[in-house]
């Protein structure tokens, strides 16, 4: 190979930054007309600058309670994070052996990924409306719905990131080397030990990679909570929502604190995952301190 | 492949301390078989009871009657003659549902072919281009974050830029090049794609970015020696090798924009027709089952696609 970039490397460079330009640009655009005067409109210039509409945001708008979607969320996103890391981690120690249910289990995920949205919220508010119909029928005649944030909503959020973690499980362990846990297992560790001492120590960054990916994907999600999480809004909806009637800045502001959570998150998870492969970089190994 | 230092590398420290615990090994074991089902076992529950059992209730309820008020659970087939109303009256004309189902096929095609493009090259950058291994992680980060944040706001993050006051529009009045705000801009088919490309890439360059890190430089090296062209060493090697990560991207793509009834509602202004707008159009309307007669249809014309499309790659293998 010659040395020195070629010219296409150039080229190629401008065009990447050209991406991530237009991959941020326009949500820099929102972050700083959050921060429009009091008298500012949808659109630059600013007309000062100030934490108006920020405020205002807090104080509550009047039209919707926007304090409670966003409890509602925190809540949501929080125990589908929880669920979604124990059951993709479950999952993918599952599949490092052949079992009976595997190709079923492998394609029910990859179809729960790519069949549209709307389709699978669509079929959850079905099941729920029957299951109500049911039970109004049967047993209880004043049975209010059985829909809700933890029951269909929850399981609607479920479908769209369990198979991101199990997807991240698959590719841990394709580069995990079994020696380390034969390892164990010749020097005694129990099946449990093995799993809380060797594999969970070294899967653990991408683990919380898993939950990184759980919590934001639940956070923000939309097209699978449209029509299965009941009577109540989440936060994305509440914003959806506002998109055709709101008129100033508010609209932004909102966008500013949701997306403030989502990078607050992201910085605490990829924080903890550098400090752990730094930790484990340096105490992982103690090759070349001799014998003990 | 692994060195075994890079092995002792890996290892916990704590490695040595569940050694010490011997007694434990003699505890009973569970069957093999046993730990598999209770390991994979909840994961294949969550997925057969709200998405499996979901799907089945959506065909089932297609074909059940309606009324103004309710489902009425009755053999009926409504739903579909509802949804194909006047398709053979207006021959050769297309029906409502045709023109439709044509539009979200060329929003499909559009953003297939831009992501695919942008998606292939950014891909080619990181995969071929950056060198080290840190600024390959840092790049990709930098495409991956947008990801992790809230879709509508990045499709409302547009209104200041292209409507009609927004900088795009003041930029061209002030430089002379239009008289009026071009209002083609915002709420429109341009704003369409141009937002579901702005979200969706990212669907393209992670699995096509996965294709083109396993290949072989070595490969690269022996066209050049061999006299390849810049050109032919792309079409002849990378391309090909790249192929699962193309396919694999492509797929998600098209499912997304197939299905997709938010960009298209919010960056639309409610105004354009797709496949997905219609099934929320009958669910506000409470006519579940001409909603889910709409959901099968998507569902068989996106399952075809993506048979046509995994007959030239195994997904299973590529993952």
């Not at chain 1, 394709?174 to 164990?184: G, H, K």
């Not at chain 1, 297992?185 to 449990?192: C, E, H, I």
């Not at chain 1, 009941?230 to 509440?238: K, R, Y």
Request: aromatic share 12%; with cysteine; charged share 15%.
């Amino acid at each position: 190979m010659k040395e020195g970039r070629p010219r296409s490397f150039y080229l190629l460079a401008i065009f990447f930054a050209a991406y991530v330009l237009f991959l941020y640009g326009p949500m820099i655009a929102i972050y700083v007309l959050s921060f429009q005067g009091p008298q500012g409109g949808l659109t630059f210039p600013m007309n000062g600058v100030s934490t108006y509409w920020l405020t205002k945001l807090f104080q509550g708008t009047g039209i919707v309670d926007l304090g409670a979607s966003f409890r509602r969320s925190l809540l949501l996103g929080v125990i589908v994070m929880a669920v979604t890391v124990v059951l993709s981690v479950a999952a993918g120690m599952a599949f490092r052996r052949k079992f009976k249910m595997q190709s079923i289990l492998f394609y029910s995920a990859i179809a729960s990924l790519i069949v549209p949205s709307i389709i699978t919220s669509l079929g959850i508010s079905l099941e729920f409306r029957i299951i109500d119909d049911l039970i109004k029928a049967h047993w209880n005649e004043n049975f209010e719905t059985s829909m809700g944030l933890l029951t269909s909503g929850l399981g609607a959020h479920l479908t769209w990131t369990l198979p991101f973690g199990l997807l991240i499980m698959f590719a841990i362990f394709n580069r995990f080397d079994p020696r380390l846990e034969e390892a164990a297992r010749d020097l005694g560790a129990t099946p449990w030990q093995t799993f809380r001492y060797v594999v969970l120590p070294i899967i653990l960054p991408s683990v919380i990679g898993i939950g990184l990916f759980g919590f934001t994907l639940s956070w923000d999600e939309l097209a699978r909570s449209s029509q299965a999480i009941g009577a109540v809004n989440t936060l994305p909806l509440d914003l959806q929502g506002l998109t055709t009637t709101v008129t100033n800045p508010d609209i932004y502001a909102l966008g500013t604190i949701i997306s403030a959570v989502s990078f607050a998150v992201i910085t605490l998870a990829l924080g903890t995952i550098h400090m752990l492969n730094k930790r484990q970089a340096a105490k992982g190994s103690d090759a070349g301190k001799g014998l003990v | 492949m692994d060195t075994s230092e890079d092995i002792l590398q890996q290892a916990s420290p704590d490695l040595v301390r569940g050694s010490e615990t011997r007694r434990a090994a003699k505890s009973a074991r569970l069957s093999p078989s046993l730990v598999s089902w209770l390991q994979a076992g909840p994961m294949m529950l969550v997925f057969l009871a709200f998405f499996l059992i979901p799907l089945v209730f959506v065909v089932i309820v297609s074909f059940w009657d309606y009324n103004e008020y309710q489902l009425l659970p009755a053999f009926s087939g409504r739903g579909y003659t509802d949804t194909f109303e006047g398709c053979i009256a207006q021959l050769p004309d297309l029906c409502t549902i045709g023109k439709t189902y044509l539009k979200t096929l060329k929003l499909c095609f559009l953003v297939w072919a831009i992501t695919l493009f942008i998606g292939f090259w950014v891909a080619y950058f990181l995969a071929f281009h950056v060198k080290s291994k840190t600024w390959q992680m840092g790049l990709s980060l930098l495409c991956t974050i947008p990801f992790w944040t809230s879709n509508v706001i990045r499709m409302i993050a547009w209104i200041p830029l292209l409507g009609r006051n927004g900088l795009v529009n003041s930029g061209l009045m002030k430089t002379g090049l239009v008289n009026q705000p071009v209002e083609w801009l915002l709420f429109s088919e341009f704003s369409v794609v141009l937002a579901l490309v702005h979200l969706f890439t990212f669907f393209m360059v992670v699995p096509i970015f996965n294709s083109m890190i396993r290949i072989d430089k070595s490969l690269i090296e022996a066209a050049y020696d061999a006299g390849a062209s810049g050109f032919q060493t792309l079409v002849n090697v990378i391309i090909p090798l790249a192929k699962p990560g193309i396919v694999i991207g492509s797929i998600f793509v098209i499912t997304i924009v197939m299905g997709d009834f938010i960009t298209i509602g919010v960056m639309g202004g409610q105004q354009i027709a797709a496949a997905g707008k219609i099934i929320e159009t009958r669910v506000n309307a409470l006519q579940f089952p001409a909603a889910a007669a709409n959901a099968v249809i998507l569902l068989v014309i996106t399952f075809l696609i993506i048979t046509m499309m995994s007959r030239i790659v195994d997904i299973k293998k590529e993952l």
